[in-house]
């Protein structure tokens, strides 16, 4: 990526930029979204990494088009290394670098940028308590078993302050259940639905008023194994004990 070939290429880019409306991304996610194919994959990530060096662009276009979800997902898919190189070039901070980071590489920028993801990832997460960290998960809407979701610890310091402001974190994990088409999502506000109540025992009433009972007993019936294993355990949970007055 640093050449100085590119590095021109990026430089007329951005002398154009501002004639570009952010509209035109929204055509680039469209194409990505038809899955086009490597190559195409490959210049749909290359146009958007040249729009990135534009900074109003690179405020807005994730907020407008939920474009680094779609590329997680084209570089999880992708078997040229070089998609995934423009994509891990494109931004500086997502989740799925651990899993990057234990692929072997013969691309040195690829190497390079990742380890600089998982860097700045730690420092964002020492800056952050566990608490925070956990209720930032839950308002991007995407979950994933961080290792917040899994310490009982957590669990138990932190289960009551889902009761907070009117329960307001409570109520987003609930609506993630019901709105969520993401096998991942499902399962991991499912175990954290049970979590809550395992820790917080007044909250079996709660969570049946709020709707969440009824919706974890649906995804039983879930086609993915893992969504309905986890319902499970949280039923079991929330039936396990008789319910006392919030």
Known sequence: MGDSRTRSSVSVFLNLGACIQLNISHS??????????????????????????????????????????RLVEVAQEAVKEKVVRVIVATFRLLPYTKNLATRKWSDEDIIEDINFLKDELTTRFESLTTYDEYTSELESGHLSWTPVHESEE?????????????????????????????????????????????????????????????????????????????????????????????
């Open 28 to 69: 680039f996610v469209d194409i990505l979204k038809k899955n086009p194919g490597p190559q195409m994959n490959y210049q749909i990530a290359f146009c958007i990494w040249l729009l990135s060096f534009e900074q109003n662009i690179a405020e807005q276009i994730n907020k407008r088009y939920d474009i680094i979800a």
């Open 154 to 246: 957590f669990w138990k310091e932190n289960a009551i302050r889902l009761n907070e402001k009117d329960y307001e974190q409570l109520k987003k994990l609930i609506q993630l259940l019901k709105e969520s088409e993401d096998p991942i999502v499902l399962a991991v506000a499912s175990h954290d639905l049970g979590q809550y109540v395992k820790y917080y025992e007044r909250g079996r009433k709660i969570v049946t008023d709020l709707g969440g009972k009824t919706r974890v007993m649906q995804l039983l019936t879930h086609q993915n194994p893992d969504v309905r294993y986890r319902a499970l355990l949280s039923v079991q949970q929330i039936v396990s004990q008789p319910w006392l007055s919030a």
